[in-house]
């Protein structure tokens, strides 16, 4: 049977987050149990529509879910045990930030059935953090990392590296410190500088240099080699574990299989459908109340859509991807869902090795990895 994932998005942010739009904070006079009877009521219509498939994972993300009331956590995990049934040694997921507010959280959050944590620490000093926009600095980090790795069967954290002035020398350091703490899983993320934020504000009035793209790659290049060397190899672009370590819900998204999304702005992509919530709370508590589930937007998506998902997302993975296996699944032929010309030449070249019904990027394709995707996937698949 086909793994079934379910993500639930809070989306309440401590009040001074610098992330949110503001109309996402906690409010004051939050009613959790009005948040409760919503959150029900969306999961039992996706219930309705994949009954008899057991839950492999749950992820609990969004604003601050750390901050959720440990009985919604234990409410919406008994219910969705009820629901779907959980397959066995299912993986449930929080994302959690490291402030000593949210580390207060976690002995009932463990309690209440979380199994795995990951932490958003985003750097090992304090000049970048401030810089980056964190509330926490770092004894507040490895305080809370070490909380969750006495009350957490695995744990996780993450790190933004390639940041403006970062040099080989002090991601060394920072990357040899981070895989000193013994977690199984890091999620290492170069910075990016997105339209609308105070990043790109900063470098359009010259007041910040991002690193260029050769410094970026030989970053990218560094920390492949420094967590190889760790026993910590990539096994997605970004994300990096020991053997069976792997974050199962996020090969979910990877693999393209199967999730449920509930609770504000929650995509979802199940039975060939793509789902999205309400995005604002008011909005979709609303809904909730209306036609008993949060969905703004419900739509089939094409054979040619799935396929199109499937290869951007596969290719991520070390492993990569069975392009036969994925052209019979679609309905394809398979130089309909890989440009035959183009993996021949990339594949000639070391960007791809294509052997036993497998292609996947190797080491030195994945830091070209963007632009080998845009080659490798036909006019014919994106225009259909």
């Known amino acids: 049977m086909q793994p079934l994932a379910l993500y639930i998005h809070w989306p309440f942010c401590l009040a001074k987050c610098p992330y949110c739009d503001f109309n996402s904070h906690v409010r004051e006079r939050t009613d959790i149990a009005e948040w409760t009877t919503a959150l029900l009521a969306d999961m039992r219509h996706e219930a309705a529509v994949t009954q008899g498939r057991p839950l492999t994972s749950i992820f609990f993300g969004g604003g601050t879910p750390s901050l959720m009331p440990p009985a919604l956590v234990e409410t919406l995990l008994a219910e969705a045990e009820r629901l779907w049934g959980f397959a066995p040694g299912i993986e449930i997921t929080l994302e959690a930030n490291p402030s000593s507010v949210e580390a207060a959280n976690f002995s009932a959050l463990a309690t209440a059935g979380i199994n795995r944590v990951s932490l958003g620490l985003q750097a090992l000093d304090n000049a970048t953090l401030k810089f980056l926009g964190r509330l926490h600095d770092v004894r507040e980090s490895l305080a809370a990392l070490d909380l969750a790795q006495r009350l957490f069967g695995r744990v996780s954290f993450d790190l933004i590296y390639a940041r403006p002035g970062h040099t080989p020398k002090a991601w060394e350091a920072e990357l040899q410190r981070a895989l000193a703490f013994g977690t199984d899983h890091l999620s290492l993320y170069q910075l990016t500088i997105e339209p609308g934020t105070r990043f790109a504000t900063l470098v359009r009035e010259g007041k910040l240099a991002p690193l260029d ?83 703004a937007e419900e739509r089939k998506l094409t054979p040619s859509d799935q396929a199109m998902e499937a290869v951007l997302m596969g290719l991520r993975l070390t492993e990569g991807i069975a392009p036969a296996k994925l052209a019979a699944r679609f309905g394809f032929a398979e130089a309909g869902l890989i440009d035959p010309a183009k993996r021949r030449f990339y594949t000639a070249i070391g960007h791809l090795a294509d052997a036993n019904g497998t292609l996947r990027v190797t080491e030195q394709g994945a830091p070209l990895l963007e632009a080998l995707l845009a080659e490798l996937v036909p006019d014919t698949l994106v225009n259909a």
């Open 213 to 295: 793209d050769d410094e970026a790659a030989d970053l990218f290049s560094l920390t492949r080699e420094l967590t190889a060397a760790a026993g910590m190899p990539a096994y997605e672009t970004s994300n990096h574990a020991r053997p069976g370590e792997e974050s199962r819900h996020n090969l979910t998204y990877w693999r393209y299989q199967d999730y449920i999304g509930i609770g504000p702005g929650a995509h979802g992509r199940r039975l060939g459908m793509a789902t999205m919530r309400h995005k604002k709370p008011e909005n979709f508590l609303r809904a909730c109340t209306g036609q008993s589930h949060g969905i």
